[in-house]
């Protein structure tokens, strides 16, 4: 007898449909914009404890500068193309409708003549209205963004924040702060690099600089050089000529106790061909550490690959292989004059910065940001 089949049994299923993700609070948002000499990148986050969780981000290359080192001007093209980029930044802000934000252009915007132009230009198509920041606090939210890294042991910090168009070094003097306090102690410096408010333990901003030559502009000038290797060469000996007035670039530095803290797209494109990564992995690439060795070879790889080697890495990409060497060229430099054991690897900057310091002013992270 042949078996009955079970009522229902030829029934479509019925479709089960997930729960709508709950939208977060608007007025639990901020966000943060950072409009530099390449790239036009946004993160939008909520406090979460002590840290911040992103709710949405928007990263892209615009090549602002494109051009500015011999006119002297932001050209029409790089305009248009950095504009349409806000245009979708501006949509997810009105999606999410973000009310506490900070849109901040960098280097690029500082030198170019037509900058006001440009602004205004931005606020007419977008309604964005963007903010030109100075160097000092382009270097104080990056040592901000980075106050995580930080290692208790610390004594001697120095910051390096490789950007588009220039090149941040913050040197910080932990040695009179307790050992424990010293991450929040590099967070209390949002404030300013002259001093910190209350009678917590100081960190000492030793010196700083903005060096106006980055990934982007260091390509311009060494651009009709055509030796791959010449060109690298030139690039780092140059830049570390720029260092002559930075005042610890005249001393000697104890391996113990002393830090190199490395954001920018470089250190992290670097630290992602150490691992051999396949896809980038920002959880494996932040607060790596990486010996001076690991980055020699990775570097003298990319010297040995040459332009299409490099073009073909994944881990590079097209557009990024004509910035990467400059960018190792100033992280050689650096490790030339600085001789360390170790480089702490920050997938973090001016963004994130931004996004603690608002955070922290309003006192919405618990304990600090860590």
């Keep these: 007898m042949a078996p009955r089949r079970p009522k229902g049994a030829g029934a479509f299923p019925k479709p089960v449909e997930p729960p709508a993700p709950k939208l977060p609070d ?3 948002l901020y966000a943060a914009l950072d409009l530099g000499t390449n790239s036009c990148r946004m993160l939008i ?6 840290q911040f969780h992103v709710v949405d981000s928007f990263s892209k290359s615009v090549q602002l500068g494109q051009g500015l080192g011999g006119s002297g001007r932001l050209s029409r093209g790089s305009m248009a193309r950095t504009v349409q980029a806000l245009k979708i930044c501006q949509r ?5 409708e973000v009310a506490r934000m900070r849109l901040v252009a960098t280097e690029a915007c500082r030198r170019a003549t037509n900058s006001s132009d440009f602004m205004r230009y931005v606020e007419r198509e977008t309604g964005l209205r963007l903010e030109v920041i100075k160097p000092e606090e382009e270097a104080m939210l990056a040592v901000v963004s980075c106050a995580p890294l930080v290692s208790t042991r610390t004594e001697q910090l120095l910051v390096v924040d490789i950007g588009g168009g220039s090149t941040e070094l913050v040197w910080i003097d932990l040695s009179q702060v307790p050992a424990m306090e010293r991450p929040r102690a590099i967070m209390r410096l949002r404030s300013g690099f002259a001093g910190e408010i209350g009678p917590f333990p100081a960190a000492r901003v030793v010196d700083w600089i903005s060096v106006p030559w980055g990934v982007a502009t260091l390509r311009e000038q060494f651009d009709d050089v055509e030796d791959d290797a010449g060109r690298f060469a030139l690039m780092s000996w140059f830049f570390e000529e720029q260092l002559g007035e930075f005042s610890p670039f005249h001393r000697e530095t104890a391996k113990e106790g002393f830090q190199i803290i490395g954001t920018s797209g470089t250190v992290t494109t670097v630290a992602a061909t150490h691992l051999g990564l396949k896809r980038y992995d920002r959880n494996k690439v932040d607060g790596l550490r990486m010996t001076s060795e690991q980055i020699d070879r990775v570097i003298r790889g990319y010297l040995a690959a040459g332009p ?3 073009r073909a890495d994944p881990r590079i990409g097209r557009d990024r292989q004509t910035l990467i060497m400059p960018g190792a060229a100033i992280l050689q430099a650096l490790l030339r004059i600085w001789p360390t054991d170790r480089l702490s690897v920050a997938d973090r900057g001016l963004r994130e910065g931004l996004l603690y310091s608002q955070m922290s002013s309003d006192g919405v ?3 600090g940001p860590f």
Excluded: W
């Excluded at 986050?45 to 002590?50: D, L, T, V």
């Excluded at 997810?92 to 999410?96: A, F, I, M, P």
């Design 26 to 28: 608007p007025d639990s």
């Design 45 to 50: 986050a909520q406090p979460k404890g002590s």
């Design 92 to 96: 997810k802000l009105h999606k999410h």
């Design 308 to 310: 299409e080697g490099r």
């Design 365 to 367: 992270l618990e304990g």
